[in-house]
């Protein structure tokens, strides 16, 4: 490893939508930005997905992966506690073997990039001199909430859900009460508690890199550095930096040969996410929904949940029942020259990426988002879980990419009706009614431009690589 350049030491937590946009930070950083990288990262050992991602990762292999050992949980927190509640526990419990790989590196890290979820493990970069900076594979919108939580806990009485006026957050678009992320939901379970935390302890950092780019929130971007508003109690720099997604792959399979002959722009991608499911009662009304709408589909279909939404996180990808065995009789035989079923996992940007596909129905995680931003396409919002319903809003409302039902899936069942309603109007409606066809593709330039030389997140890069630079040479002065 050469010495002149920065060496990042990222860290991951578990779940695919979170090791793929550390991975692809860590990549860019090595093939823009002259750093070198150690991705550490923190698996469940349990999704074949993030196995996948992990060994794909190798080809060409940029980064230096590092598996940390794995922590066991089972005596720190109840098996049934919420995905937030124990990702928490397992970056909590993973310190020791962070700390000494890194103490046990040649060269060592420069700076310390940890995702949200590995705010406890900040302060292991002040013991070794190097910088600390928190990640937000999200949107700014959430990252002010998050660094905001702390002062409503002071102000707001009772659960949030139950407010009568929306949450006001300085300088930003004020969140309605049902929509508030999971951890918020119910404020004596320790998920609240743990948010909390992450939010005081993202302040102590050297700086926030947010997977966005400036001009797609410029007004919550504005909020987060002016003194006025949450500027006031952010000190350190805020970087935009994104959107960082994956590269296509050039996959071919029948999928893509089937895709090859659709018109262009007609083919609807339904899929949750790395770890959403539906109930059997809201599958089957999907199930109708595509088919009475007759537009042409690809449907990533999992078996269906009695448990939460965001039962198969730490599993996402693995086999088990025949998830097409649940669909409604006679299904696929009616709607075989229609659409597609993936089982269980689809590779996603390659999908995304097809002139055929005309509309992504999503459940608005913050990659998939991005993915379908960036190839121009059109979405659906389905919010499940997480921060998924605040990114709903922030589709329709604000940026003008998305339609959605006035029914929040993750509390009702969206009948087939609207759903087939929705379905046409995201194909049919190709003039864009209301607009939204030409606003994705108008951002999908602003997303290249940003990345590009001399783009705000290129910049934003070069500024973090300032920073680390001048680090390295106090690191040098302090070792003579
Ligand atoms: N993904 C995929 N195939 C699937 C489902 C998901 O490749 O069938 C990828 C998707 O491209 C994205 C990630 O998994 O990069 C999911 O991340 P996101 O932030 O959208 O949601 P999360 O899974 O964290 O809820």
């Known amino acids: 490893m050469e010495i002149s350049k920065p060496h990042a030491a990222l860290l991951s937590s578990p779940g695919t939508g979170h090791l793929i946009p550390v991975l692809e930070l860590g990549n860019r950083l090595v093939t823009h930005h002259n750093f070198a990288v150690t991705i550490f990262v923190v698996s469940s050992h349990a999704s074949p997905a993030e196995a996948q991602v992990l060994q794909s990762s190798m080809s060409p292999k940029l980064c230096n992966i590092i598996d940390l050992p794995p922590v066991d949980i089972s005596g720190l927190v109840d098996p049934n506690a919420a995905v937030v509640t124990q990702i928490a526990v397992m970056m909590r ?22 995702d949200f979820f590995g705010t406890e493990s900040l302060p292991i970069a002040d013991e070794f001199d190097m910088l600390k900076y928190v990640y937000f594979p999200s949107n700014e919108w ?22 009568k006026e929306p949450l006001k957050i300085p300088g930003c678009k004020p969140i309605r009460p049902e929509e508030v992320v999971d951890p918020m939901l119910e404020r004596t379970n320790q998920q609240y508690f743990e948010y909390l935390r992450i939010g005081s302890e993202t302040l102590m950092s050297d700086g926030i890199l947010i997977n966005t780019w400036e001009d797609l929130q410029s007004t919550t ?5 002016d003194e006025k508003f949450l ?32 018109p262009s722009e007609s083919v609807i991608y339904v899929s949750f996410g790395s770890g959403g499911l539906l109930s059997y009662e809201q599958m089957t009304e999907v199930a109708w929904g595509l088919e009475l709408s007759q537009q042409r589909f690809v449907w990533v279909v999992r078996p269906p949940t009695i448990e939460a939404a965001d039962a198969a996180f730490f599993t996402a990808g693995k086999g088990g029942d025949d998830p097409l065995s649940y669909l409604p009789d006679g299904f696929l035989r009616r709607t075989q020259s229609l ?25 608005c995680g913050w990659g998939s988002t991005l993915e379908s931003i960036t190839n121009g396409v059109p979405m659906i919002a389905w919010p499940l879980y997480a921060e998924q319903k605040m990114n709903a809003t922030l589709l329709t409302e604000e940026i003008g990419v998305a339609i959605r039902s006035k029914v929040l899936p993750s509390k009702k069942v969206v009948q087939r009706e609207e759903i087939e309603k929705m379905a046409r109007m995201i194909i049919e409606d ?3 009614k209301n607009g939204i066809r030409g606003r994705v593709k108008e951002l999908k330039h602003s997303a290249e431009k940003a990345l590009s ?24 002065a302090t070792a003579q």
């Not at 079923?341 to 999503?362: E, K, M, R, Y």
């Not at 705000?456 to 690191?475: G, V």
Request: with cysteine; net charge positive.
């Open 339 to 363: 659409g597609l079923t993936v089982p269980f996992w689809a590779p996603q940007v390659d999908v995304l990426n097809h002139p055929s596909i005309g509309g992504f129905l999503s459940h």
């Open 93 to 114: 419990e993973v310190r020791p073997n962070l700390r000494s790989s890194i103490s046990s590196m040649k060269l060592r890290p420069t700076v310390l990039i940890v």
């Open 142 to 163: 959430f990252v002010a909430l998050t660094i905001y939580v702390p002062f409503l806990d002071k102000v707001v009485e009772g659960e949030y859900v139950h407010q």
């Open 430 to 432: 190709n003039d864009g």
């Open 453 to 476: 030389k001399g783009g705000s997140s290129d910049n934003a890069f070069s500024q973090l690589e300032k920073q680390c630079k001048m680090c390295m040479e106090r690191q040098k």
């Open 221 to 225: 971007l504005t909020a987060l550095r």
């Open 231 to 262: 500027g006031g109690i952010v000190k350190v720099p805020v970087y935009p930096v994104g959107p960082i997604t994956r590269a296509v792959s050039g996959l071919k399979s029948d999928l893509f040969d089937w895709l090859d002959k659709q």
